[in-house]
């Protein structure tokens, strides 16, 4: 057996119909004349069309199976003459494999597109991604040429039809094959497909239609964004060629470090720091939030590692009302060193709590706990 249709169409030998024909239409999208002339090409189009042809119908498949050729005149499957004959096979695949339902309405393309999408990014302080602000930024794009109006020909001149394809955009070629006289389309070489040409072509955007320029936007931050988010801003990205719509501009948002808040989503984390005596006595500690100076108010017997929520105090909700928690962190510092008259103080106060007795012994639990406690007073 000459050639193996399984294996030009890559399907497995027990494939069903459907499987060969999305086979099929995938590698004749790819190998399509229209889309590769090469003539290596081409003549792998043709073996994709010969073993569809055959794998389609199933008087042929059960003749190539059983060690037959079907395309020749002796094979039993008829040849080269069936084109469109065959079971499931015909022109109209060919057709809708490359071109889809729009089969048959081709033309020349337009030399106005949509712009690209740009992005630019920017920097933000913790404050103003808590509150929202308005920044100006500077964005180097493809603007319109205003030389030629984005039409890519000279002051004084305009494009003409081309007189290759006289404006269809596409040229045809007639080829034989097995297949017969098949005609096929292609890009008109002369005006790449657009249907006409520039003669003499803008000197200002050597014929684009665009030119790059830098300018100045002013973009509103809304509140709570982060991190990574990104703003579009819709139009205000690439003119298109030809002096075509424009892109979207997307702004992503870079947030600083702060010196004092660490953010963890909507709500924001500090620490304070206090001496032991006033986690024990309780005090009120000044803090310096986003809203201006407040107090915490540290309880009598705080621990440290305790954490205080101030409600309302974090980052505004980018999407619904209301604002993040301030989670402030208690850190209880101990003395490293006392002087005896400290170190008094603090024997009568354990004296007096029944951390110590007269004749030097501690209640039970309470040794291992003083002995630390003495040892961090004295910086050991």
Known sequence: MATDYYAVLGVRRDAGQDEIK??????ARELHPDVNPDPKTQERFKEINAAYEVLSDPAKRQVYDLGGDPLSPNGGGGGAGGFGTGAGFGFSDIMDAFF???????????????????????????????????????????????TCSGEGAAPG????????????????????????QVMTSRPCPQCQG?????????????????????????????????????IQLAGEGEVGPGGGPAGDLYVEIGETAHRVFQRRGDDLHCTVTIPM?????????????????EEVDIRPGTQSGQSIPMHGRGITH????????????????????LDPEQEELVRRLAKLRGEERPSGTFAPGQQGLFSRLKDAFNGR
């Open 318 to 337: 980018l999407r619904g009302g209301g604002r993040g928690d301030l989670i402030v962190h208690v850190e209880v510092q101990t003395p490293v060193k």
């Open 157 to 180: 001149t305009s494009a003409q039809t081309c007189d290759m394809c006289r404006g269809r955009g596409e040229v045809s070629q007639v080829t034989r094959s097995f297949l017969g």
């Open 194 to 230: 657009f249907g006409t040409v520039v003669p003499t072509p803008c000197p200002e955007c050597a014929g684009d239609g665009r030119v790059r320029a830098r300018r100045t936007l002013t973009v509103k931050i809304p509140a709570g964004v982060d991190n990574g988010t990104r």
């Open 277 to 293: 005596t006033a986690a024990a006595l309780g005090t009120k500690v000044p803090l310096d939030t986003l809203d201006g100076l």
């Open 100 to 146: 889809g339902a729009s089969a048959g309405t081709r033309g020349p393309r337009s030399r106005t597109r949509r712009g690209q999408d740009a992005m630019i990014r920017i920097e933000i302080t913790l404050e103003e991604a808590a509150f929202g602000t308005t920044k100006e930024i500077q964005v180097d794009t493809a603007v319109t040429c205003t």
């Open 22 to 27: 999305k086979a099929f239409r995938r590698l």
